[in-house]
Nanobody, 127 residues
């Protein structure tokens, strides 16, 4: 059974930083692409960042480029999202996801292509 468990969310002031983690189990982690999404109240879930199975290729939403970094440690079955220079508009529930139904050589940008999701972690950016 595939499980994804996010952690690291919380309340941070504008300009601050947080690092989210997503620990995976029940899956051959190093074979599959991973992604981070977020969903704010009243809005659709949107891609934040995606990464290939080996970590060699990444993709970011324009709104987070230069501020967020996705990475993975396949030895620890964990994917990370380092978030710097946080803004109030980054406030959302952040989810990690994995696609196990296809090659991990390509990052995945469409919500519908992901097969498994975590429960989410709240990030609130406010003074």
């Amino acid at each position: 059974q595939v499980q994804l468990v996010e952690s690291g969310g919380g309340l941070v002031q504008p300009g601050g930083s947080l690092r989210l983690s997503c620990a995976a189990s029940g899956v051959t982690f190093n074979s599959y692409a991973m992604g981070w999404y977020r969903q704010a109240p009243g809005k659709e879930r949107e891609l934040v960042a995606a990464i290939t199975s080996a970590g060699g290729y990444t993709n970011y939403a324009d709104s987070v480029k230069g501020r967020f970094t996705i990475s993975r440690d396949n030895a620890k079955n964990t994917v990370y999202l380092q978030m710097n220079s946080l803004k109030p508009e980054d406030t959302a529930v952040y989810y990690c996801a994995t696609r196990t139904s296809n090659s991990g050589s390509y990052y995945v940008t469409q919500v519908a292509e992901y097969d498994y999701w975590g429960q989410g972690t709240q990030v609130t950016v406010s003074s």
